[in-house]
Nanobody, 122 residues
Framework: QVQLVESGGGLVQAGGSLRVSCAAS????????MGWYRQAPGKQRELVAS???????NYADSVKGRFTISRDNAKNTIYLQMNDLKPGDTAVYYC????????????????WGQGTQVTVSS
């Protein structure tokens, strides 16, 4: 099995910064794309940012220029640095990863973390 453990959420005032982390562990042969999603109350889960094994990022338009995703392949860990936070960024942030667990199969499976709350006060 594979576990994704997130950390670093919390409460911050508008204009402030937070960094969240997500580490994958367990039965891992290779890790593919990793990313952050968020879900606010009453809204659908949406992509915030993702990053592939080549360190190429992809961002939602709403966070471009404010958030930075990075990745440490040796640690199977991604980070999301969030600057200039706005009340609209308030949500539970979830980590998602595609993981290949066996050298004998080329299949990647999808895993999600438990989520970490980010609250931005005005």
């Amino acid at each position: 099995q594979v576990q994704l453990v997130e950390s670093g959420g919390g409460l911050v005032q508008a204009g402030g910064s937070l960094r969240v982390s997500c580490a994958a562990s367990g039965s891992i042969f290779a890790v593919g794309v990793m990313g952050w999603y968020r879900q606010a109350p009453g809204k659908q889960r949406e992509l915030v940012a993702s990053i592939n094994t080549g360190q190429i990022p992809n961002y939602a338009d709403s966070v471009k220029g404010r958030f930075t995703i990075s990745r440490d392949n040796a640690k199977n860990t991604i980070y999301l640095q969030m600057n200039d936070l706005k009340p609209g960024d308030t949500a539970v942030y979830y980590c998602r990863s595609l993981v290949r667990s066996s050298r004998y199969s080329t299949n990647y499976s999808e895993y999600w973390g438990q989520g970490t709350q980010v609250t931005v006060s005005s």
